[in-house]
């Protein structure tokens, strides 16, 4: 008989980790997220946050949060389909498909658990095929993995690409082809030509999938904040939007919009929604302020994706100026999504240019390989809201400041 260790590979692999650079090192938030944070004992400007519209510490979602507490208790008790389905849980998921201009949805517990929970059910089967960006999100490719069905990749945003997949399908003669990309993708801050996707998926009859995870309150027309299907004017011809609550929203949730018959076969099938407890009264009450908050027309309106949209504006243009200028930075300033990568080069100069801005007082980590490619190591710099012109300021002067501490110019 062999002789094992059954836990010997924890010490080896953290190790390893470790050892080639890519261990996360956890730190130590001490104040609410917000624009000054406190972190580890000092005192911070927040530049990585994905809080983009500076609602998380928000007066009022923390008053209808606390109201929401002592009208329905600190949790729901179980999980939806049994004995956890809240008025406001239902109230959240109407007042969201309103806001996205759509018949229904579904609110998840996370994005990550309605990726995960919706994707291996629209498309189950050996005889169907699964299409996706190659830089999708880990949730989306954990989602596909949970399926049977065949999986192609398409190059990033490349739409020749895309319809050579969308042929291979076909001549598969699939049962039902899914194309699944991401509306803004994490780390360039680059968006998915969803308008091309749509009208190639309507050539090859497929199901289109967008994980508008940060498009959501920043994206849409007239600055609607409505996300990546209202920039491109397609509500009820995209037919999944997944969204998330943790971002722009300020709390923690994920839904999966779309038609009534999405919503209906989702709610069940899909078993990260049936099987996982239901959100507390707390975030539901947070979330459904937050949509009052960007609902023009209701009492609590404010309008903060404007002033997002203006900072982040502001932000790209000086930081491409003051020398930070690589191909990736500079397509980036060309969007008008919310996230800045300032590209540093190896591993070793991000990790520094992170290090001295802390000292300095500005609260930015890096982004390394294998996280992205080699060479295009950085600082992803999410834009907020709640940002003045004297704090942008301040974060440029010291990106200029270090960068040419660090040669990087």
């Given amino acids: 008989m062999v002789k094992r260790d059954p836990t ?34 000092k005192e911070l400007l927040m530049l990585c946050s994905n809080n983009y ?4 510490n928000h007066p009022y979602l923390k008053q209808k949060a606390i109201e929401a507490i002592e009208k329905f208790g600190a949790g729901s008790g179980s999980v939806r389909a049994i004995a956890g389905n809240m008025a406001l849980h239902e109230e959240w998921e109407k007042k969201h498909a309103e806001f996205k201009e759509q018949e229904a949805a579904v609110v998840f517990q996370t994005g990550f658990a309605a990726n995960q929970g919706t994707i291996p059910q629209l498309a189950p089967a050996p005889e169907d095929v699964i299409i996706s960006d190659e830089l999708n999100h880990g949730s989306i490719i954990d989602g596909v993995r949970v399926s049977k069905a065949k999986r192609l990749v398409y190059k990033h945003t490349d739409m020749a690409d895309l319809e ?71 509500q009820g011809k995209v037919h999944v939007e997944m969204n998330t609550y943790s971002k722009a929203m300020g709390v923690i949730g994920g839904a999966v919009t779309g038609s009534r018959d999405l919503a209906n076969f989702v709610r069940n099938t899909a078993r990260s929604y049936l099987l996982s407890g239901s959100h507390p009264p707390a975030v539901a009450g947070a979330a459904i302020a937050a949509l009052e908050i960007l609902t023009p027309g209701s009492k609590h309106y404010e309008p903060l994706v404007p002033k997002l949209l ?30 800045v990568p300032v590209i540093c080069g190896e591993n070793e100069a991000a990790k520094k240019m992170s290090d001295r801005l802390i000292e300095e007082g500005i609260f930015a980590l890096p982004i390394t390989y294998p996280m992205v490619p080699r060479g295009t190591a950085r600082i992803r710099v999410m834009m907020n809201a709640g940002l003045t012109k004297d704090d942008l300021n301040f974060a440029l002067s010291t990106f200029e400041k270090i960068g040419n501490e660090l040669k990087l110019f």
């Avoid at 519209?53 to 998380?56: D, H, V």
């Avoid at 042929?167 to 993708?185: C, S, W």
């Avoid at 900072?311 to 060309?334: L, Q, R, S």
Wanted: without cysteine; glycine residues 10%.
């Fill in 8 to 41: 010997g590979f924890l010490v080896e692999e953290y190790n390893k980790i470790r050892a080639e650079g890519r261990e996360w090192v956890h730190r130590r938030l001490e104040s609410a997220s917000g624009i000054h944070v406190i972190v580890d004992g």
């Fill in 53 to 56: 519209l500076n609602l998380s």
């Fill in 164 to 234: 050579e997949k969308l042929k291979e399908a076909d001549k598969m003669n699939a049962r039902r082809i899914l194309v699944i990309t991401d509306g803004v993708f994490s780390m360039d801050g680059d968006m998915a030509p969803l308008d091309q996707i749509h009208k190639l998926g309507e050539e090859f009859g497929a199901m289109i999938y967008v994980d508008d995870a940060h498009g959501d309150g920043v994206l849409g027309r007239n600055k609607s904040g409505k996300g990546i299907i209202d920039h491109f004017g397609l």
């Fill in 310 to 339: 203006e900072n982040t504006e502001y932000f790209k243009k000086e930081i491409v100026n003051i020398g930070f200028n690589h191909p990736i930075t500079v397509a980036a300033a060309k969007t008008p999504t919310a996230i």
